[in-house]
């Protein structure tokens, strides 16, 4: 069974960077997106980004001047750093796996990271 | 990227159909049949319900169906019943290679 769970800092202060990480358990890497998704509080769904398993990297145009998705496959996990955050940068977010760009089957459950100095 | 357009509510009766629309552009609705559906309980992750407009994945119920016409996609409920009752977000996959979801509808079972 594959399991999908998020780890991080809870609070972060403005200015600084969030960073996760999304520890994989229970399947192969290969050939997925390994996504990050964030949901401000009481908000809809917004999609961060994916790295593929060749290494290859996209990003929503809005967030991509701060964000960067890296994976370390010795460790089974991937990545999120997201740098100069404000308070509108707090939200859940969600790691997931998905076969294809918005095929995400698994899902982590989720962090809630607030930016508050 | 601008998000997809879906209704802020809609609601039903058990047992009745709703559909749900999702409104894009030529350049990611429209352009792609790489349309997702996504349910999503109170503090819960989303959960797959189509993929690729009209697919499901297994373990899905059959009374979730989803179709799509020029930039709209829908997502059709049928026999509703009370677990069904949560979000709905579509997503689709843009001209960009990037991924842009809707806004979310909010489901209220009578």
Redesign the interface.
Known sequence: QVQLQESGPGLVKPSETLSLTCTVSGGSSSRYYW?W?RQPPGK????I??IYYSGKT?????LKSRVTISVDTSKNQFSLNLSSVTAADTAVY?C?RAW??????Y????TLVTVSS | ?S?LTQPASVSGSPGQSITISCTGTSSDVGGFN???W?Q?HPDK????MI??VSNR?SGVSNRFSGSKSGNTASLTISGLQAEDEADY?C???TS?????????TKLTVL
Do not use: H, M, R
């Open positions: 996504s998704i809809g769904l917004e999609w980004g994916y996209n990003y929503n145009p809005s969600y997931a294809c760009v918005g095929c995400a089957d899902w982590g459950q989720g | 990227q998000a790489y349309v997702s996504y999503q992750p989303p959960k797959l993929f690729e994945p977000y997503s689709s996959y960009s290679s990037t991924l842009v979801f809707g806004g979310g």
